[in-house]
C-alpha cells in the first residue's frame, strides 16, 4: 500500500510513501532482534558515543529537518526546528547518562555476601509517535533506549511518513559508518494494522505509544493480554490557573503560546483558562486583543506565529467543538470560524461563559479552543483541576508562596507536570515528561525514566564459605 502525505498549509500532495505489509513487519523485526545482540554487547559509554554522532548528524540537518516538519506537518519553522534541537538535546542528555545508569551495591544481612542491583536492556522498544511532534517523542524514546542497550523499531504517524524515512535515514547512515547494523533503529511506516501487531507481538519487550486515550487504551489492553510492558502518553485537557495577585504581563503571553502554539495540538495546549472572578474581564480583554495580532501564515515563513491544522478531519472537530460550546451556554468572544485561505487554517478561539463541569469543556479537542472559566475560591480550582480524566499538564500563576506550594503537594494538582508561572507547554528535557489517569502514567525523557526501558535483577553473591540463610532461618 502506498500512502499520500499533504501538505496542511495548502492540502497539495507532497509524497507518496510505501507502507509496510505483515511481511514487511515480520523481517523488520527479526533483523531488529539480530541487530540488538550486536548492540547489547557495546558497552554503555560507546552506545553513548555513537549516539552523540546521531545528535551531531541531526544537528547539522536542523534546518532542513526543521523545514520538512512545517512541510509535512504544519507547525511553523521554529517550532519544527525547535522540535528537532529537542531531539538533539536528549542525545547529549543520554550521552552522559550512558556512564551513570545502573544500580547500587545494597548492604547483605549475610556476612561474606554482596547484594547488587543490575540493570539490563529490555531488548527490543516498540515506539509509536503521533503526528503532532513527528521528530522529538521519537528522539526522547530511541536516544535513551539506545545507550541502555535496546534496539528500536519506529511506526510513525502514516501522515508525517516523509519525516519518519528522513530520520531514520539519518540514523542509519551514523550507525553504518561506526560499523553496527543500520536495523538498530529500524522503521515500519503503516497504520493501526502495524500498530496493532506490534501491541499484540510478544518479541515487543516495550512499546512506547503516544497518541489519543482512545487508542492508547486499545494499545494497554493488548500488550497487557500478553503481560507486555507499555509506557503510555495520551491526551491531555491542560489548565492554567490565574489568581488576583497574578503577574498579567506573564499571564497573557503564557495563555496565548500555551492555547496557540502549534495550532493548539499539543498534548499539553492550554484548554482551560480559570481567571480569578476580579480579574476575569481584565484578562479576557487583553487576552483577545492579543489573539487578534497573531500572525498567520505559511508555517515555513519566518514571520508566521500561527500555521493550520494537521487535517480536514482536524477542521471539522474544531466546529464541531465550536458549535457544541455554544449549545450548551458558551459565547465565543473571539475565532470560531474557518479562515478563508487554502489548507486547514481556523481561528484561534476563546469561549467564555461555560460551567466548569461542561461536558465540551471536558472534552480533549486537539484545536486552539480556549475555554475560559470563572472561580472564586483557591480550594474549589485546585479540585476543578484535577476533575477532568487526563492528568498531564497545569500551572498556576501567583506570588502566594503558601498557595504554590500547597499547588505542589498532595491537595494540589494531581498531575504528571505542575508548573507556577509558566505556560502548560514547552517543557525541559531533563525532566521526566508524562501524566496521569488517562494520560496513561508512561514517562520519557529525563530523570530516571530509563528505567522503563531496562530491566531490573536483585543479585545476591556469596563470596564465604558458609551458606547462612535470610531472616536467620536454621535449614539443618
Known amino acids: 500500500q502506498v500512502v499520500t502525505t499533504y501538505c496542511p498549509a495548502n492540502n497539495e500532495p507532497i509524497a ?3 507502507q509496510a505489509s505483515l511481511e514487511d513487519y515480520e523481517e523488520t523485526v527479526k533483523k531488529a532482534k539480530e541487530a540488538w545482540k550486536v548492540w547489547a554487547d557495546i558497552p554503555a559509554p560507546k552506545r553513548g558515543e555513537i549516539v552523540r554522532q546521531i545528535g551531531d548528524a541531526l544537528r547539522q540537518k536542523i534546518k532542513v529537518l526543521g523545514s520538512l516538519v512545517s512541510l509535512e506537518m504544519g507547525k511553523i519553522f521554529v517550532e519544527g526546528v525547535g522540535e528537532v534541537q529537542e ?3 536528549v542525545c547529549d542528555y543520554a550521552v552522559g547518562l550512558s556512564r551513570m545508569i545502573g544500580g547500587p551495591i545494597l548492604p547483605s544481612e549475610r556476612p561474606g555476601h554482596a547484594l547488587i542491583e543490575q540493570w539490563n536492556p529490555v531488548g527490543l522498544v ?3 509517535t503521533a503526528f503532532n511532534f513527528p521528530v522529538a517523542v521519537y528522539g526522547w524514546n530511541s536516544a535513551i533506549a539506545m545507550i541502555c542497550g535496546n534496539a528500536c523499531l519506529w511506526k510513525g504517524a502514516p501522515t ?3 519525516i519518519s524515512v528522513a530520520v531514520t535515514k539519518i540514523i542509519a547512515k551514523v550507525l553504518e559508518d561506526n560499523k553496527v547494523p543500520g536495523a538498530i533503529c529500524s522503521l515500519a511506516c503503516g497504520g493501526a494494522e502495524i ?28 500488550v497487557q493480554e500478553r503481560f507486555g510492558r507499555s509506557l503510555l502518553e495520551l491526551g491531555g485537557n491542560n489548565a492554567i490557573i490565574v489568581f488576583e495577585d497574578a503577574d498579567l504581563n506573564l499571564v497573557i503571553p503564557s495563555a496565548l503560546f500555551a492555547a496557540v502554539g502549534t495550532a493548539g495540538q499539543r498534548c499539553t495546549t492550554a484548554r482551560r483558562l480559570f481567571l480569578h472572578e476580579s480579574i476575569h474581564d481584565e484578562v479576557v480583554g487583553k487576552l483577545t486583543k492579543a489573539y487578534a495580532q497573531v500572525r498567520v501564515g505559511d508555517p515555513w515563513d519566518s514571520d508566521t506565529l500561527y500555521g493550520p491544522l494537521h487535517t480536514k478531519e482536524a477542521v471539522k472537530m474544531y466546529l464541531d467543538a465550536v458549535e457544541q460550546a455554544k449549545q450548551q451556554g458558551g459565547s465565543v468572544v473571539c475565532g470560531g470560524k474557518v479562515i478563508n485561505r487554502p489548507g486547514n487554517y481556523v481561528e484561534p478561539t476563546i469561549v467564555t461563559g461555560l460551567p466548569h463541569d461542561a461536558p465540551i469543556v471536558h472534552t480533549e479537542t486537539f484545536a486552539p479552543i480556549l475555554y475560559v472559566l470563572k ?9 476543578w483541576n484535577n476533575e477532568v480524566k487526563q492528568g498531564l499538564s497545569s500551572s498556576i500563576f501567583t506570588k502566594d508562596l503558601g498557595r504554590i506550594f500547597r499547588w505542589l503537594g498532595p491537595k494540589g494538582s494531581d498531575c504528571g507536570i505542575v508548573n507556577v508561572n509558566i505556560p502548560t507547554s514547552g517543557a525541559e528535557i531533563g525532566g521526566a515528561f508524562g501524566g496521569e489517569k488517562h494520560t496513561g502514567g508512561g514517562r520519557e525523557s529525563g530523570s530516571d525514566s530509563w528505567k522503563l526501558y531496562m530491566r531490573r535483577s536483585t543479585c545476591t553473591i556469596n563470596y564465604s564459605k558458609d551458606l547462612p540463610l535470610a531472616q536467620g532461618i536454621k535449614f539443618q
Open 87 to 89: 531531539y538533539v538535546d
Open 160 to 162: 508525517t511518513s516523509l
Open 16 to 18: 507518496r510513501v510505501r
Open 126 to 128: 516498540g515506539i509509536i
Open 375 to 383: 472561580f472564586k475560591a483557591e480550594e474549589e480550582v485546585f479540585t
Open 195 to 222: 500498530g496493532t501487531a506490534m501491541a499484540r507481538d510478544e518479541r515487543m519487550d516495550l512499546l512506547s505509544f503516544t497518541g489519543s486515550t482512545k487508542v492508547g487504551k486499545q494499545v494497554a489492553l493488548m
